[in-house]
């Protein structure tokens, strides 16, 4: 059975930071890519960021690029996500999510992710 864990989540003041945790059971998180994806109130889940299975590659959402970094810890089973200069519209509960194996769908595409996290909220005042 997999699990994912969010944590980190918080309320914090427009342009501080915030870094989120991701922790997965199960014996192969080293095998799969995993995506951040967030939710605002009344606004559709949309993607934020994606890292493959070793790293070597991620992809962002334009609204975060430059400002979030998606990066992962093989050794320990976790994605992190450290978000900089954050705004009061990155407020959303954030999760992440373990990608399909063995699909070359894209990695901003919900239908692509089958375990997912409960998800942790990110508050930003102005």
């Known amino acids: 059975q997999v699990q994912l864990e969010e944590s980190g989540g918080g309320l914090v003041q427009a342009g501080g930071s915030l870094r989120l945790s991701c922790a997965v059971s199960?014996?192969?998180?080293?095998?799969?890519?995993m995506g951040w994806f967030r939710q605002a109130p009344r606004k559709e889940r949309e993607f934020v960021a994606f890292?493959?299975?070793?790293?070597?590659?991620?992809a962002y959402a334009d609204s975060v690029k430059g400002r979030f970094t998606i990066s992962r810890d093989n050794a320990k089973s976790t994605v992190y996500l450290q978000m900089n200069s954050l705004k009061p519209e990155d407020t959303a509960v954030y999760y992440c999510a373990r990608k399909r194996a063995l699909t070359s769908g894209s990695a901003t595409v919900l239908y692509e992710y089958d375990y997912w996290g409960q998800g942790t909220q990110v508050t930003v005042s102005s």
């Open positions: 890292i493959t299975w070793n790293g070597g590659s991620t």
């Open positions: 199960g014996r192969t998180f080293s095998s799969y890519a």
